[in-house]
């Protein structure tokens, strides 16, 4: 991820948080809510916007108290060599943080590098498994913020064949971005609006939002935006 200002607490049971190695970039997770907010430089880039997951019998959502059982932070270190990238090499320096519920099969790991944060639910469970929900959002911090947005271009595509319309997830996901204001943005109707999407704080700052290490899992699309009482766009 390419997410006033929100301090996370010193202790695990309210909140757990990861930095990067720079110390510019700050994940934190709040546990009552279950909520993240992202800093860089000590500003807000992405305000406090609340997640949750439902898997199995198991719920981990924003209207509950859902302290963890442990904690775990780690260093990471290495580089990589870049097949196709504007670089010969990328820097995988990190600090982690892993955010335990033991008995309940899920945790959360937060992971904070020099070029962004991230975030990722992970499961120890066997057999099979149905997430039946999950809550994932981001929150803009103001209104007058610029968005660069991509959409598909239209409803679906058309079966010639049968000249029927068919699922409108079945397109190139090629597009020019569209700019907005964050409160004024909307996704058209009969389009689906899709990730990467950019936006820039008032003092130039820009904020890329995209998916991360993203496998056997659906790509996230996102909906229109809707204004809080605070100025900020989740």
């Known amino acids: ?22 110390g510019k970039n700050k994940i934190c997770f709040s546990f009552d809510p279950l909520a993240y907010t992202v800093t860089r430089d000590g500003k807000t880039v992405v305000a406090k916007t609340k997640v ?3 898997i199995n019998n198991v719920m981990l959502t924003s209207d509950r108290n859902v302290t963890p059982k442990q904690i775990t932070k780690r260093k990471i270190e290495g580089v990589a060599d870049a097949a196709v ?23 959360l790991r937060l992971i904070a590098r020099n ?5 990722r639910w992970e499961t120890n469970r066997k057999g099979e498994i149905t997430i039946r929900d999950e809550q ?15 959409f598909t271009h ?10 029927a319309k068919v699922d409108p ?24 609006g899709y990730l990467p999407l950019v936006y820039t704080l008032e003092d130039g700052t820009a904020v890329c ?20 009482a605070d100025s900020s766009v989740k």
């Not at 995988?92 to 945790?107: C, M, P, R």
């Not at 994932?136 to 991509?150: H, L, Q």
């Not at 409803?155 to 049968?162: A, E, I, L, V, Y």
């Not at 939002?209 to 809080?228: C, H, I, M, R």
């Open 1 to 22: 991820l390419g997410l006033g200002t929100t301090g996370c607490c010193s202790v695990y049971k309210t909140c757990a948080s990861a930095v990067s190695p720079d």
């Open 52 to 54: 949750g997951l439902r």
């Open 85 to 107: 990238y504007k670089k010969s090499k990328v820097d995988l320096s990190a600090n982690e943080t892993l955010v335990d519920w033991k008995d309940w099969g899920l945790a």
């Open 115 to 119: 070029d962004g944060v991230a975030y």
């Open 136 to 150: 994932a959002a981001f929150t803009i911090p103001n209104s007058k913020c610029k968005v660069y947005a991509n």
């Open 154 to 163: 239209g409803d679906g595509f058309w079966d010639k064949d049968r000249m």
């Open 169 to 192: 997830l079945q397109n190139s996901w090629e597009s020019i971005p569209e700019e907005h204001f964050a409160g004024e943005f909307k996704v058209p109707e009969n389009k689906i």
């Open 209 to 228: 939002v995209t998916e991360s290490d993203l496998v056997n899992y659906p790509g996230w699309n996102f909906s229109s935006s809707t204004a809080q």
